[in-house]
């Protein structure tokens, strides 16, 4: 009965209070269930964070409401039409084991009918996050290592068949953007030091030859990016982007991008 209560709508800066307090006090909460400290993701007790993610327009920013009171968020990331993350939910302490995340999951998948393949990354430690992911039909299929700790990539396909918002290697174009692709890595080429040319600060660079059954494509990591892709793994990009340099087309990571080796 309760869960039929739970609505979503669009976060509005006046709600970034009540949203700030909820989530501090859900991510508290993970101190029990395998946190190895205190604290949650970035921004998750700051107002200013909040703020600016509600205005933030690559993001859509949700309140979840239950008897049209806020117990909870949920911050979609954009990657086109077709593929869509949850970024991060959170449900008020009082109201967890209820259903209400669940329910939530479910309103966010009518609101978005394109979207054939959702994703999200949670920390391999959590054992209340892994647990509810999977009770929602996630599957992982990778693990992600760019944060300070590991992290579990799950997805779940709403229609099945190679997902729309994918690109096979051979059909990668130039000045493509946002690019959803798979490879193995073949041979990776560096780090190798240049400096930049706007602020001469020393930068690390390398070459990885990403190969598909369609093809193959160069890769240009840069700094941190390049620790997260090992020889003979596959993996996944997301945000890619690709130009032609000396007749080559190459694809590099975008800000907002993603390396999920795969499992
Ligand atoms: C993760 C979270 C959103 C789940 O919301 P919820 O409303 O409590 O989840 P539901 O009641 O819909 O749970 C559905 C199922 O998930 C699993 N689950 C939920 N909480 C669990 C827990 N504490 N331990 C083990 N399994 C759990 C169970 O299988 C549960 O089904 P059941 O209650 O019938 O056994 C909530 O716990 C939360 O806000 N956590 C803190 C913030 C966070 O980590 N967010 C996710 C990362 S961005």
Not at 127 to 146: A, C, D, L
Not at 164 to 192: H, L, T
Not at 238 to 254: A, F, H
Request: charged residues 25%; hydrophobic residues 35%.
């Amino acid at each position: 009965m309760i869960k039929d209560s739970v609505a979503i709508q669009r976060a509005e800066v006046e709600d970034a209070e009540v949203l700030t307090e909820t989530c501090k006090s859900a991510f508290d909460s993970d101190s029990e269930f395998g946190a190895p400290r205190p604290g949650g993701p970035p921004g998750y007790e700051s107002l200013e964070w909040n703020i600016e993610k509600i205005k933030n327009r690559y993001l859509h920013y949700y309140k979840i409401l239950n008897e049209e009171e806020i117990i909870g968020g949920f911050i979609v990331g954009d990657r086109g039409p077709n593929y869509q993350v949850c970024e991060r939910i959170w449900i008020n302490p009082s109201q967890m084991r209820k259903g209400m995340g669940t329910r939530t999951f479910h309103l966010i998948w009518e609101k978005y009918p394109l979207a054939d393949l959702w994703v999200l990354g949670t920390p391999e430690w959590n054992t209340r996050t892994n647990p509810f992911y999977q009770s929602i039909g996630f599957v992982q299929i990778g693990k992600t290592h760019e944060y300070s700790w590991d992290g579990i990539y799950y997805e779940k396909k709403i229609t099945e068949g190679f997902p729309i918002a994918m690109s096979r290697i051979e059909d990668i174009k130039d000045r493509q953007q946002r690019v959803i692709v798979e490879g193995r890595v073949e041979n990776i080429a560096g780090p190798r030091a240049v400096s930049s040319r706007k602020t001469g600060e020393e930068l690390k660079v390398a070459d990885i030859t990403l190969s598909d059954d369609t093809g193959s494509i160069k890769l240009v990591l840069w700094n941190k990016q390049i620790p997260q892709v090992k020889v003979d793994s596959s993996i996944r990009i997301e945000e890619g982007y690709v130009k032609t340099y000396r007749d080559e087309l190459q694809m590099s990571v975008g800000q907002w991008g993603m390396i999920i080796t795969l499992v």
